[in-house]
Every structure is written in C-alpha cells, then in structure tokens.
C-alpha cells in the first residue's frame, strides 16, 4: 500500500514496479549497487583481490572493445594473470555485432544474460539463443554468434585438455531443461550444462538456494571455479574473508581456497559456476 504520510518513509516500490515482473537475470545487469550508485562514492569499491581469490563487482567491471569480435564490448574478469587455467568475460553484444573464433585449441562455453543471439555454424542450420540458454563450442569448431539488437553474454574459454580419443561436441541447451541432480548431504538444487562424461574437461553448475539455505560442507577442493551471481543475495565465505554478494557479482575461487555460501533475502539466489572436472590435476 501506498504510505500516506508522504514524508519520513523509506523510498517505497511504486505499484507500476511491483506489477511488472523483469524478466530473469535482470538484476545482474541491472545490479542494485550499480555502477550509478556508488560513483559519488569517490574511489569505494566492493571489489577485492587477493592471492586465492577475488570477488568483482559491477563498479569495477572495465568494457573495452573485444578484439576479433564486431561491435561487442567486453570485461575480462578471470584470466591466467589471476592465476586461471580459463578466461572469464562478459562480452555485451550491440546492434549487428558478432563474435570472433576464440584462439587455436580453446573450447568456449556461451551464456546468454540478456538480450538474444544467433548461433550458426558450418553444418546445422542457424539456432537462436535467448535468455537462460547456453551454447557449448568445442575446440577449433567454426562458429558466429550475432547480435541483431542487443545482448550480453557471460563467456568461459580455456584450452581444451584431450584425454585418449575422447571428442567434444556442439552442444545447445537451456537450464530449465536441464534435470535437477542428486545432492547426497546438500539442500541447493543442482543442474548441470556439460554433459559428465571424461571428453569434458570443466562442466557449469547452475546452483539454487532458498533464502536461509546453505552450502553444508566448507569446501576445499583442487578445482578452480569462475562464479555469476544470477539471482538473490548472501553471504560469500572465501577464505577468512565472509562477504555480502549479490546478482552481478563475480568471483574467482582458486584451487583449495575454503568457499562458504548462504543465501539470504526474500528471492532465491542461484548462481553459475565453472569447474574443472576429469583430469589428472597433475
Ligand atoms: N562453491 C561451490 O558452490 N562449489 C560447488 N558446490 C562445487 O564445487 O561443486
Ligand atoms: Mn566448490
């Protein structure tokens, strides 16, 4: 209800906001402290960086044109400078751009936060990808990605790490139609992008938790991970460090750095995670 005492009330939603539902993943491009909020804020960031990890944050996100792809900004967040085996960007797509091949031997994984793009490759017929879907692009795969009005994708590459003969294929999907997964000792709900098997080397969770819910094990693992928080808010445990995260933000998780989540607020959070699976870490 609208309050009537016109003064002394917090900034209420206006009914208008409240009836119109955004569509998913709005918040990561439309974060609440966003860029415009904290710019009177001379040099605050929530941004940190440090030896086994780093959390990114929209204030801190630098676009500048991505090299090989037409009319597309990019914000590198992850590379190997951090210590990364793989590159983590947001690559946003402006009316007609297009993507570039990634280097010799590098596998790609697209996806798409907002907007939509279209995929076409040498064989199959053009595919378009909207919001919530991904695409998978193995090694040396000719591809393009274009962009009729607008988009903004979330990019992994690394090198493709061959095992044996194993191959990798083209592979599109959308997380909604991925099965939810067992948990054994867990109360997130898991999904998985990749398929299991050992041609895989990292695999994408899409992970959801309720407000209150939490990761119960304190994780230290040899996998590195690349984290979008795609919806919600909580508490990022990294290390001694216990951060307040929200859709928008990144982080870097280096192997063995002891990683915590809560979720906390009204709305679910879920967030997109990349992870090294299936080879020898030696
Ligand atoms: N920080 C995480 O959420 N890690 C995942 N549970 C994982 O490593 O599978
Ligand atoms: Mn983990």
């Known amino acids: 209800s609208k309050s009537d005492d016109g003064f002394c009330s917090a900034p209420s939603i206006t009914e208008s906001d409240e009836e119109k539902p955004k569509p998913i993943y709005w918040k990561v491009t439309n974060p609440t402290l966003s860029p415009s909020h904290l710019q009177d804020l001379p040099g605050y960031t929530r941004s940190v960086y440090k030896r086994d990890h780093a959390l990114i944050t929209p204030e801190s996100h630098v676009y500048s044109p991505l090299p090989d792809w037409t009319n597309t900004l990019g914000a590198y967040l992850i590379t190997p400078a951090m210590g990364s085996h793989f590159v983590m960007y947001f690559a946003k797509m402006k009316e007609m751009s297009s993507s570039g091949l990634p280097p010799k031997d590098m596998e790609r994984l697209v996806f798409v936060v907002e907007g939509a793009v279209t995929l076409t490759n040498t064989s199959s017929s053009s595919t378009k990808l909207t919001v919530d879907t991904y695409a998978y692009l193995p090694p040396n795969f000719y591809h393009s990605l274009d962009c009729a009005e ?70 230290v693992h040899y996998n590195q991970h690349g984290l979008l928080l795609l919806e919600g808010q909580g508490i990022y445990r990294l290390g001694d460090n216990w951060y307040p995260v929200q859709a928008g933000d990144v982080i870097w998780m280096a192997p063995f750095v002891p990683q915590w989540y809560a979720a906390l607020g009204k709305t679910r959070s879920r967030y997109l995670l990349y992870k090294d699976v299936n080879r020898n870490p030696l």
Do not use: C, W
């Open 150 to 219: 607008s988009a903004t994708l979330i990019v992994f590459e690394r090198r493709y790490e061959r095992l044996g003969s194993h191959t990798t294929e083209l592979i599109v999907g959308s997380t909604d139609k991925q099965p939810l997964l067992e948990t054994p000792g867990e109360v997130f709900e898991l999904r998985k992008l990749l398929p299991v098997s050992l041609a895989y080397d990292f695999n994408i969770h899409i992970m959801d938790f309720q407000p209150g819910e939490f990761l119960n094990v304190k994780e």
